[in-house]
């Protein structure tokens, strides 16, 4: 089953900058979802975007997918300090719901 | 609406001693995952639960890994003998429909950490 690939790896930014991170991946796939993770806390949900989507916003997130690439970006906007987390994009491919995560984005955003 | 419910939070055990985690689920989430995360990186599927039947098994370590989903609610992970690399957090997930779909949430409990020492 394939995976997404985050890049950067890792990534430092000044509060109130932009933070973007990539996900690319290998096969077609049904739908992609960014997740954040604190440190030591379980994965929250962010945002979904569908195969048939291009972009979508949520508030100060916004992302988007290019099917044609094969990859898919999340933008932040206007960071705050509580921004600071692994974000990691799941891909959906294939039957019953499965999810295959990458390893992940570190975001600092210094205060 | 109540979360993803994992215990215990933190276990250690000595490496060729056994582990079980619980979760249960949202309730009427008909799909429930188990995943296991090393520090550092992205988690990876263990096990995928639809009610109670197996969909995706294929990156358990079946020899000493074993998970099972009763009555298709509330689901156990074990791991018998433990080994070092088996240090992670191991997280559960469920997500609502069952079947094909095309974008439902999926939500995680806080999972369980596990280090073996």
């Known amino acids: 089953s394939q995976q997404g690939e985050e890049d950067p790896q890792a990534l430092s930014i000044q509060e109130g900058e932009n933070a973007t991170m990539n996900c690319s991946y290998k096969t077609s796939i049904n739908n992609l979802q960014w997740y954040r993770q604190n440190s030591g806390r379980g994965l929250v949900h962010l945002i979904l975007?569908?195969?048939?989507?291009r972009e979508k916003h949520s508030g100060r997130l916004r992302v988007t997918l290019d099917t044609s690439k094969k990859s898919s970006s999340l933008l932040i906007t206007a960071s705050r300090a509580a921004d600071t987390a692994s974000y990691f994009c799941?891909?959906?491919?294939?039957?019953?719901?499965?999810?295959?995560f990458g390893i992940g984005t570190k975001l600092q955003v210094i205060p | 609406e109540a979360g993803v419910a994992q215990s215990p939070r933190y276990k250690i055990i000595e490496k060729r001693q056994s582990v079980a985690f619980w979760c249960n689920p949202i309730s009427g989430h008909a799909t429930l995952y188990w995943y296991q995360q090393i520090l550092g990186q992205g988690p990876k599927l263990l096990i995928q639960?639809?009610?109670?039947?197996?969909?995706?098994d294929s990156q358990l370590p079946k020899d000493r890994f074993s998970a099972e989903r009763l009555k298709g609610v509330d689901s156990t992970l074990k791991i018998q003998p433990a080994k070092l690399e088996d240090s992670a957090v191991y997280l559960c997930?469920?997500?609502?429909?069952?079947?094909?779909?095309?974008?439902?949430?999926?939500?995680f409990g806080e999972g369980s950490w596990l280090t073996v020492v």
């Open positions: 997930a469920s997500v609502s429909g069952q079947g094909f779909f095309s974008g439902n949430t999926i939500y």
């Open positions: 975007i569908r195969s048939n989507e």
């Open positions: 639960f639809q009610n109670n039947g197996v969909v995706d």
């Open positions: 799941a891909l959906n491919s294939g039957g019953y719901q499965k999810v295959t």
